[in-house]
């Protein structure tokens, strides 16, 4: 494993994030999820699927091609659906606080359904998290994908946790 694939795993914390998302059609359930994968430009990327706290500090940057192989912290939604005609959507929302200092919250949110809603709902999601924490919001960022099944189909979207501290980060 490369040094930077091992901070990412133990500890050193992300100072960025950008969002994917994507949508695709496979032979199977796994080939419409790695489709989507690909679709979002994070298809050659090892996803350590982290949960919902974006650390202190960081900040959203241009998204990024990651080297293949890379080990990245990532918080993302799917859905898959083997219904041809079906609509899907997949959203994450992140909610910046208005004190870097504290930590702020990643929502990840999947349905039956069009994007406009999955979107609205991880958006009040992340609203209401922040409120549980006490945190006032600077911020709230969202990102939503909608895909129509064709025959089995899948729906990503995701925060990637990204770069690390000394890498040329933000």
């Known amino acids: 494993m490369d040094g930077q694939g091992y901070k990412?795993?133990?500890?050193?914390?992300?100072?960025?994030?950008?969002?994917?998302?994507?949508?695709a059609d496979g032979y199977t359930s796994l080939n419409a999820f790695d489709a989507a994968l690909i679709d979002a430009g994070i298809g050659d990327v090892n996803l350590v699927k982290v949960t919902s706290i974006l650390?202190?500090?960081?900040?959203?940057i241009a998204s990024t091609t990651l080297p293949g192989g890379t080990i990245a912290p990532v918080a993302?939604?799917?859905?898959?659906?083997?219904?041809?005609?079906?609509?899907?959507?997949?959203?994450v929302g992140a909610a910046l606080p208005l004190d870097p200092s504290k930590p702020g919250l990643i929502m990840e949110?999947?349905?039956?359904?069009?994007?406009?809603?999955?979107?609205?709902?991880v958006r009040t999601m992340a609203v209401k998290g922040m409120r549980?924490?006490?945190r006032d919001i600077r911020e709230?960022?969202?990102?939503a994908?909608?895909?129509?099944?064709q025959t089995i189909g899948a729906a990503l979207a995701a925060v990637v946790l990204w770069p690390l501290r000394?890498?040329?980060g933000c």
């Not at 990412?8 to 949508?23: C, I, S, W, Y």
């Not at 993302?76 to 959203?91: F, K, Q, R, T, W």
């Not at 994908?145 to 099944?149: A, L, T, W």
């Open 76 to 91: 993302y939604a799917y859905i898959i659906s083997d219904i041809p005609g079906e609509v899907i959507s997949a959203a």
């Open 132 to 134: 549980i924490r006490e």
């Open 8 to 23: 990412v795993l133990f500890g050193e914390r992300p100072t960025g994030f950008f969002m994917v998302g994507g949508a």
């Open 145 to 149: 994908v909608e895909h129509k099944v």
């Open 166 to 168: 000394g890498s040329g």
């Open 109 to 121: 949110y999947s349905a039956r359904g069009h994007k406009k809603d999955a979107e609205e709902i």
């Open 140 to 143: 709230i960022k969202s990102l």
């Open 55 to 60: 650390p202190p500090g960081c900040a959203e």
